[in-house]
């Protein structure tokens, strides 16, 4: 199975940037798209991005897109979200996670899921 392992979250002031870094691990023959989400306390949780594996297509949720740019390192089976010019609507605990299909915007298209890494802008 694959397991996925976040990082790079933080605290940072409203029009600050951080990159977040998934580590895939496992059997990722499988899982053809990344993608990016996020849990605010009280909210449902939401997609925020998502990258094919082999051809780098991307989606983005409304919200973040020009602002947030999702990527990948084949290579080094690993998936970023560079997160420029953060608003403090944008605090939530970010989940990776990883889908059988090719693409996938919604939560229950994805199998697997990371342990999320917390996101905190301060205004």
């Known amino acids: 199975q694959v397991q996925l392992v976040e990082s790079g979250g933080g605290l940072v002031q409203a029009g600050g940037s951080l990159r977040l870094s998934c580590a895939a691990s496992g059997r990722t023959f499988s899982s053809y798209t990344m993608g990016w989400f996020r849990q605010a306390p009280g909210k449902e949780r939401e997609f925020v991005a998502a990258?094919?594996?082999?051809?780098?297509?991307?989606d983005y949720a409304g919200s973040v897109k020009g602002r947030f740019t999702i990527s990948r390192d084949n290579a080094k089976n690993t998936v970023y979200l560079q997160m420029n010019s953060l608003k403090p609507e944008d605090t939530a605990v970010y989940f990776c996670?990883?889908?059988?299909?090719?693409?996938?915007?919604?939560?229950?298209?994805?199998?697997?899921w990371g342990q999320g890494t917390q996101v905190t802008v301060s205004s």
């Open positions: 996670a990883a889908s059988p299909y090719t693409k996938a915007i919604l939560a229950g298209s994805y199998d697997t």
């Open positions: 990258i094919r594996w082999n051809s780098g297509t991307t």
